[in-house]
């Protein structure tokens, strides 16, 4: 059985085998603490297995080091994401208060050559 991990689950476990690396522990002494098996933090740090909030702080704890450290880029994430969404209602109400039609077609071509001009350099 396959199981749907997601690349916040990927990325908080990359963040936790980088600071148990930092502190030159092992999965082992790291699942004693923690509760669990050294397997269960090797699928904790590759992202196949979610991590329980009890085992969460657990770890942190362990690793001394609060839990904001592996969630931040989290948070930064959404809050892009959130700002992208601001950025592209503010572009469509500006665009729909623009009355005449032959300005509002040289800025669609204007985009999409923008969009075009950076497809080409990826």
């Known amino acids: 059985m396959v199981k749907y991990v997601s690349s916040?689950?990927?990325?908080?476990?990359?963040?936790?085998?980088?600071?148990?690396?930092?502190?030159?522990?092992?999965?082992k002494q790291l699942a004693d603490v923690a509760g669990?098996?050294?397997?269960?933090?090797?699928?904790?740090?590759?992202?196949?297995?979610?991590?329980?909030?009890?085992?969460?702080?657990?770890i942190?704890?362990?690793?001394?080091?609060?839990?904001?450290?592996f969630l931040d880029r989290l948070?930064?994430?959404?809050?892009?994401?959130?700002d992208c969404e601001n950025l592209e209602e503010r572009l469509l109400a500006i665009f729909r208060s623009i009355q005449n039609s032959k300005v509002k077609a040289?800025?669609?071509?204007?985009?999409e050559a923008i969009v075009s001009d950076s497809e080409d350099l990826i």
């Open 36 to 58: 669990c098996t050294f397997q269960q933090i090797q699928k904790y740090e590759v992202g196949h297995t979610r991590i329980s909030v009890s085992i969460f702080l657990k």
């Open 8 to 27: 916040a689950d990927a990325d908080v476990g990359n963040r936790i085998k980088a600071r148990r690396k930092e502190l030159k522990m092992t999965q």
């Open 106 to 111: 040289k800025i669609l071509n204007l985009v």
């Open 60 to 69: 942190c704890e362990c690793l001394r080091t609060p839990p904001g450290y």
């Open 75 to 82: 948070m930064l994430c959404e809050q892009e994401e959130t």
